[in-house]
């Protein structure tokens, strides 16, 4: 199966098709699928459901899915890390929290069906509206856009009909369940280190680094390497951070550290291309 690698935060995609050009796969990100109108079917991991307009999916990790289209159909993406909600998520109240945390990290809540009441389903597209808007200029509104989606899981929380018992919410965390609890949990700059991985996870750092490589088909050093510098370039791009902040936040010595490590970047890109 093919699996789709995203190292941006924060990603919005908007196309309309006649047929489906994608294999079955998953991706390490997670995804918010908004049917802005068409008609046809969604094959998600085994579950095969109808869709039609203004029909809303969330996708994490270790979700497979691919579409079957009947009808030309119009699809918003929003791809996303979890390290976009990484300094908001304060400011929202423990309930809020709770129903983001259950959307997020727990499968069978996630592909459960929404049935929307026809006042949500329109608030919905309506927020769709604003992230569409939004697309070409991501780093600069990067905060307005990123409180839409929390908007969204506030709507869906409310259509949570199945709480996982805590035996559930126990196994997220043990990666024998799959790559999705670990990608999870690699989004904030100081978690990302083999050991520190090793001791959430009760494991070893040789495990986690042969599993890691096993499901993501890329080693687990050089994916947190290239999601380290997609999270500084997107701190960079929205002028809300110093150079000398992101240092001090990524565990660099210092600012000029920081910047010969960016430069080398530049010219191994440069290389490449």
């Known amino acids: 199966m093919k699996r789709y690698t995203q190292f941006k935060p924060f990603i919005i995609s908007e196309f309309e098709v006649t047929d489906w050009h994608h294999p079955r796969h998953n991706h390490n990100h997670y995804e918010l699928i908004y049917i802005k109108h ?53 400011l929202f109240h423990k309930s809020t929290l709770k129903k983001i945390d259950l959307l997020i ?47 969204i899981f506030e709507i869906m929380g409310r259509y949570i009909e199945v709480i996982p018992s805590s035996s559930v919410i126990q196994q997220q965390k043990n ?13 904030y700059p100081k978690k990302l280190r083999a050991q520190h991985l090793a001791e959430e996870f009760h494991t070893t750092k040789n495990y986690i680094g ?28 929205t002028g809300s951070y110093t150079k000398k902040e992101i240092a001090s936040e990524f565990g660099f010595t210092d600012e000029s550290h920081l910047i010969k490590t960016l430069k080398k970047q530049d010219k191994i890109s440069q290389q490449k291309n």
């Open 105 to 151: 990290n727990h499968r069978e809540i996630r592909n459960s069906v929404f049935r929307f009441n026809t006042q949500d389903r329109d608030l919905i597209s309506q927020i769709i509206a604003i992230i569409s808007s939004l697309a070409n200029d991501v780093y600069t509104y990067e905060k307005t856009i990123i409180f839409q989606p929390i908007s």
């Open 38 to 90: 068409g008609k046809g079917s969604h094959l998600l991991n085994k579950t095969k459901v109808n869709y039609k307009s203004g029909d809303l999916f969330l996708l994490g990790p270790d979700d497979s899915h691919e579409f079957y289209i009947e009808e030309k159909t119009h699809f918003i993406y929003i791809k996303f890390t979890a390290s976009i909600f990484e300094k908001e998520l304060g």
């Open 210 to 237: 042969k599993f890691f490589k096993r499901n993501m088909k890329i080693s687990l050093r050089s994916y947190v390497r290239q999601y380290k510098l997609n999270l500084i370039d997107s701190r960079l791009k």
């Open 175 to 187: 990666i024998s369940q799959g790559v999705e609890p670990l990608l999870s949990y690699i989004y």
